[in-house]
């Protein structure tokens, strides 16, 4: 929703202050400067990037149209449910969970936390990790340089998507160059029409080179800059049970487990210790 606030600023900002300057809108419309410098610009991207950044891209270019769905209530429950699961390890012993991990959307703890469930990668970290607690002979020191390395994966497959727009961005007011100078050769093969046409063909020109620096810099190169915001916040998440179930391995109770879990999140998002102690007590009854 921010994004689409932001368009409105830049688009009434820009054409407005142009319009109170006595401009005239009509001679903005430019079909073929667009076509030139859209076409150039997705050729271009096109060339430059392989199919598997082509469809990250693409798929996550929707999601910088939404806000992010890391909220203190998603990490409350969270760690909620880490809370429940190391309660159930520290009572029952690692076995008790092996059904939980194995089919967790069949689990009677899982299931207690849909927003989690549904969050598939969130959902296979944690299986996945409780699963080499209960069957692995790893320990901490192996799990914590496993998952640093999936966290290290993880990452680069989120800045993809980041790279491609930003040297799309990048690349956006060098076709509106050539568009303006695609213009201006056409302005000079018609010199012998009245100067009040070549007046109109310079200014069409020279529209190639302020759509190409519009684009990138008011519209391309920001999500960008939103994509990156969301691949951190996507880490955060990782990183919190990271910590969570590394405390628990390294002989910590689930209460202080959850609580150096709670520690690592971003301010904005953490709830405060009473906020998470209430949430664990009401999920108990």
């Given at each position: ?242 910590i969570t179930l590394l405390a628990n391995l390294n002989g910590y109770s689930p209460v ?24 664990v007590k009401q999920s108990k009854s």
């Amino acid at each position: 929703m921010l994004v689409i606030v932001g368009y409105i600023i830049i688009i009434l900002s820009i054409f407005g202050g142009y319009v109170l300057a006595g401009g005239h809108l009509a001679i903005l419309w430019q079909p073929v400067e667009v076509l030139m410098i859209g076409g150039g610009a997705l050729g271009a991207f096109i060339v430059g990037n392989s199919n598997k950044a082509l469809k990250a891209t693409m798929k996550g270019l929707p999601a910088v149209f939404k806000e992010t769905k890391y909220s203190k209530e998603v990490y409350m429950e969270l760690l909620t449910l880490l809370y429940e699961i190391l309660g159930k390890v520290r009572k029952e012993g690692l076995m008790s969970i092996e059904g939980d991990v194995d089919e967790p959307n069949n689990s009677p703890i899982f299931t207690k936390y849909p927003t989690i469930l549904e969050d598939h990668h969130a959902t296979e970290f944690i299986t996945d990790y409780l699963r080499l607690m209960v069957g692995g002979n790893l320990n901490a020191l192996e799990i914590e340089s496993l998952m640093d390395s999936e966290l290290e994966t993880h990452h680069q497959e989120g800045e993809v998507p980041i790279h491609c727009v930003a040297k799309l961005g990048d690349g956006l007011p060098a076709f509106g160059i050539i568009a303006a100078v695609m213009g201006v050769v056409h302005t000079m093969e018609s010199v012998h029409l009245p100067p009040t046409e070549l007046g109109m063909l310079i200014a069409a020109a020279l529209v190639g080179t302020f759509l190409g620096i519009l684009l990138a810099y008011g519209f391309v190169t920001p999500l960008s800059g939103k994509l990156e915001h969301q691949l951190h916040a996507s880490s955060k998440l990782f990183e919190c049970i990271k910590i969570t179930l590394l405390a628990n391995l390294n002989g910590y109770s689930p209460v202080l487990a959850v609580e150096f879990g709670r520690k690592v999140l971003f301010t904005t998002e953490r709830p405060s210790f009473a906020e998470l102690e209430e949430h664990v007590k009401q999920s108990k009854s």
